[in-house]
């Protein structure tokens, strides 16, 4: 069993949907968390990232997370064709070297 | 504002040849990280260094070597390589405990 568990989609949406993309974890040490997006033929790129339970927006994105349940979840609101792309979430804990452990990513589809 | 930067952006190679894959970063970072994707696999670590002066295996180290040259420069090794090395390459960087910053990638293709 994998450690982080990501549904891998592909998920299609309408412009304008509010999309919900979600990983589970299983090891309770996992201290922080992350969201990256990462186009075609790109690196990935930082998109949100928190170090505590609960909800952190900024914009249209909110990143949710549930120590409890070992959930993590990022909203888009009032998606665009823009956000078209594969978003992996990501765990680590303190005194690792800054290792993260990742999801195999969500590929998403924002259509006209 | 270059961030990570890696060369070369494509490379194929014959099985058995060699290579060395450059990454260099210009935030000051103190760790540095090499990753493979494939498909289906996600990113999975290769090598990393923690600090100047020191390296690490990660997941999936077999076949690969790395350097850390100096604070900002990272190379990863093909000794012989092997078409179960074809992949996409990632380098990152980031400060202690903070989120990694990730360059473009090498596609790299092993015939």
């Known amino acids: 069993q994998k450690e982080v568990e990501q549904d891998p989609g592909p998920l299609s949406v309408p412009e304008g949907a509010i999309v919900s993309l979600n990983c589970t974890y299983s090891n309770s040490a996992f201290q922080y968390f992350m969201w990256y997006r990462q186009y075609s033929r790109k690196g990935p790129e930082l998109l949100m990232y928190t170090y505590s339970s609960g909800n952190k927006e900024d914009g249209r994105f909110t990143a949710q997370v549930d120590k409890s349940s070992k959930y993590i979840s990022l909203f888009i609101r009032d998606s665009q064709p823009s956000d078209s792309a594969t978003y992996l979430c990501a765990t680590g804990r303190t005194g690792t070297a800054s290792k993260l452990t990742f999801g195999t990513g969500t590929r998403l589809q924002v259509t006209l | 504002n270059a961030g990570v930067t890696q060369t070369p952006k494509f490379q194929v190679l014959k099985t058995g040849q060699s290579m060395t894959l450059q990454c260099a970063q210009d935030m000051n970072h103190n760790s540095m990280y090499w990753y493979r994707q494939d498909p289906g696999m996600g990113l999975r670590l290769i090598y990393y260094s923690a600090s100047e002066g020191t390296t690490d295996k990660g997941e999936v180290p077999n076949g690969y070597n790395v350097s850390r040259l100096n604070k900002r420069e990272f190379s990863l090794r093909l000794e012989s390589a092997a078409p179960s090395q074809t992949s996409v390459y990632f380098c990152?960087?980031?400060?202690?405990?903070?989120?990694?910053?990730f360059g473009d990638g090498t596609r790299l293709s092993i015939l």
């Open positions: 990152a960087s980031s400060v202690t405990d903070q989120p990694q910053h």
